[in-house]
Every structure is written in C-alpha cells, then in structure tokens.
C-alpha cells in the first residue's frame, strides 16, 4: 500500500519563528490535503492542494506531485499553532484519506 | 450548525459490551466515512460510504458494523467491545469526487475497561 511519512515527527518552536514541515508520498495521487489536529482533538482541514501552491494567512502549502512531496509552511508562529499537523493523499479513483504519520509542532511562548 | 456531529463524544464502557456512535452531516455530502485514531495519533480509513456502496477495509474486525439509514447518516455499530478498541472514532463526509472538501466531525473517545 502506498506509504505517507511526514518529518519531522516532533517540532518546538519559539513563538515567532518560522517552520517547514514534509510530507513524501510513495505513489501517484489524486488529491493531498494538510490537517491541523489541535490540542482539543479536532481536525481542520487548512489545505486542499494535489499541486502546486497556495496560502492562507501565514500559512501557505506547496505539493510537487511528480516528486511526490508536499511542504506547509508556518511562518510568526503562534502558540495556537501547536498540535499535530497530518498530510493525507486520496489514490486515484479512491475517495478515502491515507494519512501520514503526523508532526507534533509545539509553539512556546 | 455543526457541519459533521457525533454523539457522544465520550464513552466508556466494559468489555463485551454493544455500543453505537451516531454521525450526522447537514452538508449534503455524498459519501460519509469512520476513521479510526489509535493512542499513537495514527489515523486510519474504516469505512466508506455512499447511497451505492460500501467500502470496508480489510483490516477491520467484523464486530464493526456501519449502518447509513439516509445521506445524511452514518453509525458505527461495534458488537462485543475489546479493550484494544479504545480509541477515538471519527466521522467525516466529503462530495463525491476525489475527497475534496473533507469535513472531519470532532471524534468520539472510546475507552473499553
């Protein structure tokens, strides 16, 4: 089965700084999405993005599908970005998410 | 207006025990899923469904059952409950093609004693 590892698996960030969290992915895919777990255990979806690059405030994703990475960017840090970030890849014809294995980021104030 | 609700959030129970954790999407998705995160944050697809089909993956014991009695709903049924069950269980829905759009519901912790 395709394989989702994302790095690195933990992050402590001080509050401002800037970070870059990976995402590989071992087959084609049809679509990746970037998740925010938060503390309280809730999944936000911040990205729908099979290529290319967007942004939202100061987040923003990159995916290169032919080399079969994705990137988040985090930029000023705040202690509400803490959490667990998951990259997930649907296959093609598939509508399930295959997740990655997750990065912990804790923000300090 | 909650997009994707499950009830309840918490639940504990003993072992072999019959349990059910209700998912309801006010989205008008069409195809609605249970994920399954273990105790290392691990996220893994249980089922998924459309008013067409169900797809279950392998992995998963048969004591899990779905049931989807309109669109908009999706239960879990779990039969004779184990310890290594407890986890959180979540709920999503998406639109049909490609996942896009994904919609997680805000998980239910299972704790089997």
Known sequence: ?109 | DTAVSQTPKYLVTQMGNDKSIKCEQNLGHDTMYWYKQDSKKFLKIMFSYNNKELIINETVPNRFSPKSPDKAHLNLHINSLELGDSAVYFCASSPAQAARGYTFGSGTRLTVV
């Open chain 1, 1 to 109: 089965g395709i394989q989702v590892e994302q790095s690195p698996p933990d992050l402590i960030l001080q509050e401002g700084a800037n970070s870059t969290l990976r995402c590989n992915f071992s087959d084609s895919v049809n679509n990746l999405q970037w998740f925010h777990q938060n503390p309280w255990g809730q999944l936000i979806n911040l990205f729908y993005i099979p290529s290319g690059t967007k942004q939202n405030g100061r987040l923003s994703a990159t995916t290169v599908a032919t080399e079969r990475y994705s990137l988040l960017y985090i930029s000023s840090s705040q202690t509400t970005d803490s959490g667990v970030y998951f990259c997930a890849v649907v296959l093609t014809g598939a509508n399930n998410l295959f997740f990655g294995t997750g990065t912990r980021l804790t923000v300090i104030p």
